[in-house]
C-alpha cells in the first residue's frame, strides 16, 4: 500500500498546502469504494469523503497528527468513522458491522456470502474456453469479480473485506479502526475469503490465484 511519505505531511504543516491534492488523488477512490459499502448511495458517500479529507487537512495543519502513527490507519479511521456518523444521520440507526441477522428458517452457515452473488465473466476476454485453466490470468476480471462479490455480501463482510482487499489495511489497522476484536476480524476475512476462493477457483487457474487473494 502507498504511504504517504513523511516529508510531505511535514511540509503541508509548514504551510504547503498545495501538497494536500497529492494526498487526496493517491486515496481518493480506495477511500470512496469503503464510503460507498458504508453508505450504499454515491452521493452521500461523496459527502462523507469530502468532510473526511476536511477533517485531516485540518489535523495535519493544526498537528493533530503525530507522525510516528501509522498514516494509513489514522486516515482511514476519519473515514470510516464519518461514513458511520453520515450513515446515523440520514438512516436514524446505528451502523453495526459486528452482527449478521438471521430470520430465515432454511439458512444454511455461509449463505450470506453467496446467496446474492453469480460472478459474471467477461466473454469478450475469454471466449468460449473461459473457464480453462489453461487461459492465462486477467488480473483486472479478478479485480472486477472481487468487487462485485464485496458489494453483495452483508455490510458486516464488506466493509472489512473492502479495508482488506481495496485499501489494502493489516488485520490489526482493521482491528484498530472498527474497534472489533483482532479475532473477529480475522473470522471475518477468513471465512469470506474462503467463499470468494469457491468462486475464484471454477473460473481461474488455481495456482496463479494463491498469491494474489492473499490465502
Do not use: C, W
Not at 474456453?129 to 458489494?151: F, H, M, P, W
Request: hydrophobic share 40%.
Amino acid at each position: 500500500m502507498t504511504e504517504v511519505k513523511p516529508e510531505i505531511l511535514e511540509r503541508i504543516r509548514k504551510g504547503e498546502t498545495a501538497l494536500f491534492r497529492e494526498i487526496v488523488d493517491t486515496y481518493r477512490n480506495m477511500a470512496l469504494s469503503l464510503t460507498m459499502k458504508i453508505l450504499k448511495n454515491r452521493e452521500e458517500a461523496e459527502d462523507a469523503l469530502q468532510e473526511s479529507f476536511i477533517k485531516l487537512f485540518r489535523a495535519l495543519v493544526s498537528n493533530g497528527f503525530e507522525s510516528r502513527a501509522k498514516f494509513s490507519t489514522y486516515f482511514y479511521t476519519i473515514v470510516y468513522n464519518t461514513a458511520v456518523d453520515y450513515y446515523r444521520k440520514y438512516y436514524s440507526r446505528a451502523f453495526n458491522v459486528t452482527s449478521i441477522e438471521v430470520h430465515e428458517a432454511y439458512y444454511n452457515d455461509g449463505d450470506e456470502l453467496t446467496r446474492d452473488f453469480e460472478p459474471m465473466i467477461d466473454r469478450s476476454v475469454y471466449g468460449e474456453d473461459s473457464l480453462s485453466t489453461e487461459k492465462n490470468l486477467d488480473i483486472a476480471e479478478v479485480q472486477r469479480i472481487i468487487r462485485g462479490y464485496i458489494n453483495t455480501i452483508p455490510q458486516q463482510y464488506s466493509v472489512i473485506l473492502n479495508m482488506f482487499f481495496i485499501n489494502e489495511l493489516s488485520h490489526e489497522e482493521i482491528s484498530t479502526i472498527l474497534k472489533l476484536p483482532l479475532g473477529t476480524v480475522k473470522n471475518r476475512i477468513f471465512r469470506a475469503k474462503e467463499k470468494l476462493k469457491e468462486i475464484l477457483f471454477r473460473e481461474f487457474n488455481k495456482e496463479e490465484l494463491i498469491e494474489y487473494i492473499k490465502v
